[in-house]
């Protein structure tokens, strides 16, 4: 009998723990997700996305094509208008080398002040005037004029005797003068007598700053009160025309140029063409600088002088020579002296050198005077030369 209860008390105990087990089991499982929340009609519509089919919302009405208002083309229409360019008005011509001379004093000081510390030594033996050659040669005087310097330097001093500091600083800038030329023409040829325009032709090589010196001259010409045109007659040089334009621009010249490649000749006698009708006082002819051949630049030069002479003779052609080539610089010199004629220099970037005597070689070399020089990047520091300030420059105060 008591076996009998046991086994019931058991059975008892085991169908009680499955049966906790089976709830257990149902209370783990999850519960279903809850129904989704109303739309909130305040809400801003979602945005479209790619796929989504674009239609007119329901609650909207449509119109019809006669409900719909067409423009009847009596509204203005407002056009935007760029501004015009700013004109410049360039800086006066007159003293501008006067007013550039530090800058020009800052790179040929050292010459003056080596000449002077040499001449005051007590005794001038052939060893001090062997110095003095030395750095007149350095400078690029050239050797034909160092020694006609150094001649006249020491007969006078040897007369002079006794040398103050001042009298020292007088005999060298009278004889530097006597070299680099006072009684020479430097006007840039620019109003013929009988006609207009005056025709300007500036040639030079590549990189010498030839452009830029178109350019510049134009400010000269205008800060002088003259009317100007620019032919972009350097046509191998993708971006010469669009540099010589951007320099009209700026001071309200008008700039004349052809196809990239095109015939330079052809550029620069519309450049003539166009200042003739235009009646302006000057037009400046940028030319190609490529020096591959010396038969190819006279070609190419010669065709273009021909063809500008058929409205009316060139009053300037224009070298422009960088000062810092030096020796260079005249043989780049003598090329384009034979294959035009050359009536005037432009020395460029003097301020970067300590070689100011290329001024004297240049002009010896080709007995052609120097007219302008430049002093720097500034759109302005292309000046007149003036050989007093230029001297002055040199020997300092």
């Known amino acids: 009998m008591e076996t009998v209860i046991l086994a019931v008390v058991i059975a008892v105990v085991v169908l009680g723990a499955l049966g906790g087990l089976v709830i257990g089991s149902r209370r783990k499982k999850s519960l279903p997700p809850p129904p989704p929340a109303a739309p909130d009609i305040t809400a801003p519509p979602a945005e479209p996305h790619v796929g989504d089919e674009a239609e007119t919302p329901r609650d909207e009405p449509r119109r019809t094509i006669e409900e719909v208002d067409l423009p009847d083309g009596s509204a203005p229409v407002v056009v935007e208008e760029l501004p015009a360019p700013e004109i410049e008005i360039p800086e006066p011509t007159a003293g501008r080398l006067v007013r550039l001379r530090a800058r020009l004093s800052r790179s040929q000081n050292a010459l003056g002040k080596g000449l002077l510390t040499l001449l005051s030594r007590e005794h001038l033996d052939d060893e001090t005037w062997e110095e003095i050659e030395d750095i007149l040669l350095t400078a690029d005087v050239g050797v034909q004029p160092t020694t006609e310097l150094v001649d006249r330097l ?52 590549n990189g010498t700053g030839k452009t830029t010196t178109t350019g510049k001259l134009a400010r000269v010409l205008v800060a002088d009160g003259r009317t100007v045109v620019l032919g972009a007659a350097d046509t191998f040089r993708a971006a010469a025309a669009d540099q010589l334009q951007t320099w009209g621009e700026r001071v309200g010249a008008y700039t004349v140029r052809g196809p990239e490649a095109g015939d330079p000749a052809s550029v620069a006698f519309d450049a003539v063409k166009e200042g003739k009708e235009m009646g302006v006082d000057v037009v400046l002819i ?89 002093l720097g990047e500034g759109a302005d520091d292309l000046a007149p030369f003036e050989p007093e300030a230029f001297v002055d420059a040199l020997i300092g105060d």
């Open 154 to 205: 020491r007969e006078r001093v040897k007369v002079l005797g006794t040398r103050t500091p001042d009298e020292l600083r007088g005999l060298l800038r009278e004889e530097l003068l006597k070299l680099v030329g006072t009684d020479v023409d430097r006007a840039v040829k620019t109003e013929p007598e009988d006609r207009k325009p005056g025709i300007v032709m500036v040639v030079g090589v």
């Open 286 to 374: 940028d030319t190609a600088g490529r020096l591959h051949t010396k038969t190819g630049l006279m070609d190419e030069l010669g065709k273009v002088k021909r063809v500008v002479e058929k409205h009316a003779p060139l009053d300037e052609v224009l070298l422009v020579l960088d000062a810092t080539t030096g020796q260079n610089g005249l043989v780049q010199a003598r090329v384009f002296a034979e294959v035009v004629d050359i009536t005037g220099i432009v020395l460029t970037k003097l301020d970067g050198t300590a070689k100011g005597g290329i001024v004297i070689a240049v002009q010896r070399e080709l007995n052609v005077p120097v007219k302008l020089i430049g």
